[in-house]
């Protein structure tokens, strides 16, 4: 609502400071000196899944709905979420290794760009929200101490932040083409409208690093800004404002 109302008075500064100050604040949570863990439950959508993503690590309650649902509002996630879904799609590949990110990075931009929801902390670690070293909790009354045994075992183990990265290698002009197309068939097909499309396009601009040559390495605030840029442009688009307003009113997203 507070966004909506920067939208109507045109207030882009405002809303542009407010995105920074989230990121930056993110990012210290990220390469905070003393490890920070997020206890999630119940519904953590949007920017609470953005903080989760930035922490160090997770403990979850079982029962936990986790997502970046930005899309379903024509916004996408501006507070570091595409940045982190995309560092962790290929956090698995070994370093030296030549293989191919595009298989990796298109999966996670299809879980952005459908707004996929997990629907427990187990499947959040199959969508990428969660990484496979986070832990579940079973009984949320338990939750604030299981996460605190967590935060007390990783100093014990010598805990190290991570450094920031500046050397995130993207897929550039080549992925960003590759993604464009199929966005084209799923417009095509009848499964995504017109403006799902722009949005999922402005999406795909941040994973595919911009207009870059394939294979170019870039650093997390070349993302974060890229996201900013994004999330900024889409908020200027009126069917952006009827989807923010129509979820205000009826709580559904609407398909304009």
Request: overall charge negative; proline content about 5%.
């Amino acid at each position: 609502m507070l966004i909506l109302f920067e939208i109507q008075d045109e207030n882009w500064d405002t809303i542009e400071e407010s995105v920074r100050s989230f990121q930056d604040t993110l990012m210290a949570i990220k390469y905070f000196g003393k490890p920070v863990v997020a206890a999630p439950f119940g519904l953590t959508l949007a920017g609470g899944c953005e903080i989760c993503l930035s922490c160090a690590s997770i403990r979850a309650v079982a029962e936990t709905y986790m997502g970046l649902v930005e899309v379903g509002v024509g916004l996408i996630p501006a507070g570091g979420g595409t940045k982190e879904m995309l560092l962790r799609c290929t956090e698995g590949i070994p370093p030296g290794v030549d293989a191919d990110h595009f298989p990796f990075i298109r999966q996670a931009f299809e879980t952005v760009a459908m707004a996929k929801v997990a629907t427990s902390a187990k499947e959040a670690q199959k969508l990428g929200y969660m990484r496979s070293t986070d832990r579940i909790t079973i009984n949320r009354d338990f939750l604030i101490h299981d996460a605190k045994r967590t935060v007390l075992e990783m100093i014990k183990e010598n805990y190290r932040p991570p450094q920031p990265r500046k050397n995130i290698k993207v897929l550039g002009e080549k992925g960003y083409a590759l993604l464009q197309m199929g966005l084209f068939y799923m417009r095509e097909g009848g499964y995504i409208s017109e403006y799902d499309e722009h949005v999922a396009k402005k999406l795909a601009y941040v994973f595919a690093g911009g207009n870059l040559p394939d294979g170019s390495e870039v650093t997390e605030q070349y993302i974060l800004d890229l996201e900013r840029e994004a999330f900024l442009s889409l908020c200027g688009e009126p069917k952006t404002q009827e989807r923010i307003e129509h979820m205000l009113k009826t709580g559904r997203p609407l398909r304009n």
